[in-house]
């Protein structure tokens, strides 16, 4: 009879725990919280864009026991600010109430989504604070990521006029120097400019720090397009401050065809001085004349000629002294072939 009964109590406890699971939704076992934890978000950071700024970060793509994440919740940003007269290294920062944003799909395109949100307002002279979580339900919320802080500060104008021009070999940069700060206050200093260039039109790395408004890019190659952006540099408060940057210009390199050097370079002594002869090259927009003493060891630029003249007089020369010349042929974007085969003489 004992046994029945307790049979009997089994039975009722296990109908009764159905029961409550079903009318509580669960069909399923429950998943442990721990399992949809997203990871903390490990790359917040601030983008300077002048009198303004944006914070971005990536989604998570797992939760901290390396459960893939298909979609975030939402996110909470904390952010606050003081006066940088009243900070206090070794206080806690008082973050207030978060700000409620929404998140969604944490790949798009077989790429981790990047959230970007606009901070506007801001104060110089003020540092400020912020930090995020990710939440995939309401009830569920990551860790604190790394915080951001910096104390604001008046930046440059963003550069302009940025133009690039290609060559056979580099690439050179010119722009307009930056003679304003972003409220229109003139610059306490000049600046100095951040040269930025992207190999696949996308991501951007600083390539150069220059004191003046040009650069030659010398680190390229034929077989790619090159874009690049310019950001201003000031100082202030013993930090550096950069500006928003420039429009983005891209070029490539010109392949242009190897310029043969003249051929039958002869030098024929006359009064006027030593007179320098040569054959016409192909594809030649002019020439140049190098000449050499003797006991010299290397070549002197002489003077340049158009593309219609194979002659040179060297009205330079002093009696008595031995000459070796030499000549290079020029394209149409400047550049030039390697020497000719020397020729001498005497005067």
């Not at 903390?40 to 994440?69: C, H, I, K, M």
């Not at 429009?247 to 242009?256: G, H, K, T, Y």
């Not at 002594?269 to 090259?281: I, L």
């Not at 060297?314 to 008595?320: L, P, V």
């Amino acid at each position: 009879m004992r046994t029945e009964c307790k049979k009997a109590v089994t039975v009722a406890f296990s109908l009764l725990a159905v029961m409550v699971l079903s009318a509580c939704g669960f069909k399923n076992m429950p998943v442990p919280p721990e399992q949809v934890v997203p990871k903390a978000v490990g790359d917040l950071r601030f983008v300077d864009e002048g009198q303004a700024g944006r914070l971005e970060w990536t989604y998570p793509v797992e939760s901290v026991t390396g459960q893939d994440l298909a979609e975030i919740d939402s996110f909470e940003l904390f952010q606050t600010s003081v006066a940088e007269a009243d900070y206090c290294p070794t206080c806690p920062i008082p973050f207030g109430h978060p700000q409620r944003l929404p998140g969604g799909e944490t790949i798009i395109q077989g790429k981790k989504r990047t959230a970007s949100v606009p901070v506007p307002h801001l104060v110089p002279g003020n540092r400020y604070f912020f930090k995020v979580r990710s939440r995939t339900s309401w009830w569920v919320s990551s860790a604190d990521s790394n915080v951001v802080t910096f104390v604001w500060t008046v930046a440059a104008s963003a550069p302009q006029g940025l133009e690039a021009k290609a060559g056979s070999k580099n690439i050179a940069l010119a722009w307009q120097p930056v003679s304003a700060m972003a409220d229109g206050s003139p610059l306490a200093a000049p600046a100095r400019y951040q040269v930025q260039r992207s190999d696949d039109g996308q991501t951007f790395a600083t390539i150069a720090v220059v004191d003046s408004p040009r650069y030659v890019d010398n680190n390229v190659s034929l077989d790619r397009t090159y874009s690049y952006r310019i950001q201003a540099l000031t100082h202030s408060g013993g930090e550096e401050t950069v500006s928003g940057t420039s429009a983005v210009v891209s070029a490539a390199l010109v392949n242009v065809p190897v310029l043969p050097p003249p051929t039958g370079v002869t030098v024929a002594v006359t009064a006027a001085g030593p007179r320098v002869y040569w054959d016409a090259a192909e594809n030649a927009a002019g020439y140049r004349v190098y000449r050499r003493a003797a006991g010299e060891s290397v070549y002197q630029r002489l003077g340049e000629v158009g593309a219609l003249v194979n002659i040179f007089i060297d009205k330079s020369a002093k009696e008595g002294v031995t000459y070796s010349y030499v000549i290079t042929t020029l394209g149409e974007g400047g550049e030039e072939s390697a020497q000719s085969r020397p020729a001498s003489s005497h005067w």
